[in-house]
């Protein structure tokens, strides 16, 4: 009996994370998706002191605008509810702010819309003005109203969850389905050279290709030995940006067959006990149940003490990990909670019909 109690209890508890996992797990398997259309992008990585970077930071905007104009630069920086609390962002969960190449990245290969267009009227007042000023506070002069017209706003197409990279670490991906995204015309023209290098080196802004990228390091005096020459101590390198992210999802991924592999040992267990149990039960009972049986009573009222006292217990069980599940996961819970109920009765009703025809053929 205690075990049977204890088995119930882990296959109800572990139900609601299982099942959290397994729905986690079609947003992996998306993520990873995106990764590897993403496995061609690499990120500059500083490794220099704070004021050598500083003083690299024009040949960085230079190198950008370069990249720029051989379509060969993609950027994605994406603001959270969280990281602007003042800010009434209204429906929308954040605001991201991307180039053309980034959108033709991660939309390639999908045959549905992607995104539509969101008129300015439909964007609250609050969040207009902060992407204005955003934009302002980044520039080199400040933003024209001519450059400004040239930003589009747009959201992802019903059923779409547009992949954006999260603001000061561009090698983690938000899905999101309610994502402001603001399409810059230029990021050289609308952001100054302190922002790029700042967002380069957070994989913000990625390049396309290693071999074309070093090229780019290289001829703007960004190799190794240029920086050398100038007297500089640190390096800049350059990186894939895919092959954490792929390793992350790949690594859900395993916990998630884990958790789901755990679970169905933990009800295959609980099952067994709740047979041992019964059968237990049944041969202790047996002298009692079989003249009852044979004097014309259901199983049901015989079994009726038995079953109510261990459908009270798991009652109890359950009403203890309702209370300390999440709410999303109840589902699931529910689930294994009446799998538990019925599989008890349902023990002890076979094991008093097989001690009965055991006694009835002088076997027990």
């Known amino acids: ?49 704070m004021n050598e970077m500083d003083n690299l930071e024009p040949q960085i905007g230079e190198l950008v605008k370069d990249a720029e104009s051989l379509d060969a630069v993609a950027f994605s920086y994406t603001y ?68 400004f017209s040239q930003f589009q706003f747009l959201r992802p197409a019903d059923g779409f969850r547009l992949p954006v990279s999260q603001g000061g670490g561009g090698e983690r991906l938000l899905f999101s389905e309610d994502v402001l995204v603001v399409v810059v015309p230029s990021i050289y023209s609308v952001y100054n050279d302190s922002a790029l290098t700042s967002m380069a080196s957070t994989s913000n802004v990625v390049f396309s290709g290693v071999t074309a990228t070093q090229q780019l390091l290289e001829q703007h005096g960004l190799d190794v030995q240029s920086l050398r020459e100038s007297g500089m101590k640190g390096e800049v390198r350059v990186v894939y940006i895919a092959e954490e992210g792929i390793l992350l ?38 002298k009692r149940d079989f003249p009852l049986r044979l004097a014309g009573q259901s199983w049901i009222s015989i079994l009726q003490r038995r079953i109510v006292k261990d459908l009270f217990a798991g009652i109890i069980i359950v009403g203890i990990v309702v209370v300390l599940q999440k709410p999303g996961a109840m589902g699931a819970v529910l689930v294994a909670t009446t799998y538990g109920l019925l599989i008890v009765p349902l023990s002890h009703l076979f094991a008093s019909q097989w001690c009965f025809n055991g006694v009835s053929r002088r076997r027990i």
Request: aromatic share 10%; proline share 3%; net charge negative.
């Open 1 to 49: 009996m205690v075990i049977q109690a204890l088995t119930f209890l882990l296959v109800v508890s572990a139900a609601g994370p299982a099942w959290s996992s397994y729905k986690h797990s079609s947003a992996m398997a998306a993520e990873m998706a995106q990764w590897k259309q993403l496995a061609d992008q690499v990120a500059i990585v500083f490794a220099t002191e």
């Open 80 to 147: 959270t509810k969280e990281m602007i609390m003042s800010v009434n962002f209204g429906e929308y969960s954040s605001v991201s702010f991307v180039n053309e190449n980034w959108l033709d990245l991660v939309t390639k290969g999908v045959s549905q819309p992607t995104v539509t267009s969101v008129p300015h009227e439909d964007i609250p007042e609050e969040l207009f003005q902060m992407v204005r000023e955003e934009a302002d506070f980044l520039s080199r002069d400040g933003v024209s109203e001519e450059l």
């Open 249 to 286: 999802a790949q690594f859900a991924s395993y916990v998630v067959w884990l958790l789901n592999l755990a679970l169905v040992a933990l009800v295959v267990a609980f099952t067994v006990a709740a047979g041992i149990s019964a059968l237990i039960t049944a041969l202790l009972q047996s």
